[in-house]
């Protein structure tokens, strides 16, 4: 069976990747992927550069600064992009032999068609703002835009099989061993 971890940025995916990591779970990270293969593969570069100019890349390295103000600009450019580089996410993910698929975008992305079961990871907004602001230095304005341009979380949560509250308080692993039951028992009924 394949598990989709999801949840909008500053959720805490990767928090919740780690603790399955120390169950021995290993968690395909699909933000990760993406910056590899945008770096690695010629294919990606070449088509990201015929459609974001050539300021995409610097000196061999992808110009982040470039790519994140085409992404902000508009919701085509957002959509353009997409469709270059999730293609080829999901083709190494599926290369990859793993079971488990992080997103932030999970739904948006289609990633959900390559898993059986979804689960969310949420937090308040405010934990996720402030997570976001300390991990990427910058303003909340800033946070709040890239918070905005992902489904509201309300909504993916409506979508997925299963929650993980990642809101400092509730107990991560207490919830995902009572997950990791819960999938154990749905696997066998598959």
Not at 24 to 38: F, N, T
Not at 79 to 105: K, L, Y
Request: aromatic share 6%.
């Amino acid at each position: 069976m394949k598990i989709g971890l999801a949840g909008g940025i500053g959720s805490g995916k990767s928090f919740v990747a780690q603790r399955l990591a120390l169950r021995g779970i290993e968690v395909y990270d699909c933000d990760a992927a993406a910056k590899r293969l945008m770096r690695t593969s010629a294919e990606l570069r070449r088509r990201l550069t015929a459609l974001i100019g050539p300021n995409t890349y610097d000196g061999g390295k992808l110009n982040k600064g470039a790519v994140s103000r085409f992404l902000l600009a508009s919701d085509d450019n957002q959509r353009a992009v997409n469709a270059i580089v999730h293609p080829a996410v999901f083709d190494d993910f599926i290369a990859s032999g793993r079971q488990w698929m992080e997103s932030a975008i999970m739904f948006e992305s289609g990633a959900n068609r390559y898993v059986d079961r979804v689960v969310a990871v949420t937090a308040p907004l405010e934990v996720r703002l402030e997570r976001i602001m300390h991990r990427d230095a910058i303003s909340r304005p800033q946070a709040l835009q890239w918070v905005q341009r992902q489904w509201p979380q309300e909504h993916v949560r409506q979508m997925a099989h299963y929650e993980i509250v990642n809101d400092g308080q509730a107990d991560i692993d207490q919830q995902l061993d009572a997950l990791l039951e819960e999938l154990s028992i749905n696997y066998q009924t598959l």
